[in-house]
């Protein structure tokens, strides 16, 4: 009775924390750092190209990323002739002009965000209720496989201590 109420307890806690309090903090935060890095620098790439019919090197967009933001600049651009790829973007077709479209991204310290110039593609954008529920199922698992393997343990103990179990019988 008490790993049922456990599991009632720990299923209540674990959607609403996740739903209420992870999944919209998560959003924010991905949306603060789309409008105040990612946009800026989608913007000053489109500018410049649409001024000199060309994307600008590396150290210019570096620079630019300098004076704009008054700090360190943690964005990384890359045109797709020079792009070495980061794991989390695998759907570059294979027609693009590799001096025109290009890649901004940053590590995060778990994976990489990223701006795809080709389709407009912001991996900010991609954190939906899909990845909640995912985070969801994860903490679901974080509570109850530590209470099955408990039952679990304490069911072999007492399969052990009772005379007629099949475990206690000689060959």
């Known amino acids: 009775m008490l790993a049922i109420l456990w599991c009632l307890l720990w299923v209540t806690f674990t959607y609403s924390s996740i739903q209420d309090e992870v999944v919209p903090m998560i959003i924010a935060k991905h949306k603060s750092v789309k409008q105040s890095e990612f946009i800026p620098a989608v913007n000053y790439l489109r ?46 077709p294979k027609d693009l002009k590799t001096d025109k479209e290009y890649i901004i991204y940053q590590w995060n310290g778990d994976s990489s965000d990223y701006y795809t110039s080709w389709n407009n593609h912001y991996s900010l954008d991609d954190f939906e209720n899909e990845t909640g529920s995912l985070y969801y199922f994860y903490s679901l698992l974080t509570g109850i496989v530590p209470l099955i393997l408990l039952l679990g343990f304490n069911w072999i103990k007492k399969l052990r201590t009772t005379p007629n179990s099949a475990v206690n019988r000689p060959a």
């Open 47 to 92: 500018a410049y190209q649409l001024k000199q019919n060309q994307l600008p090197s590396q150290d210019e967009f570096s620079q630019w990323g300098r004076n704009y933001f008054n700090t360190h600049f943690t964005l990384e651009y890359s045109t797709l002739h020079h792009f070495e790829g980061i794991p989390e973007v695998t759907n570059i």
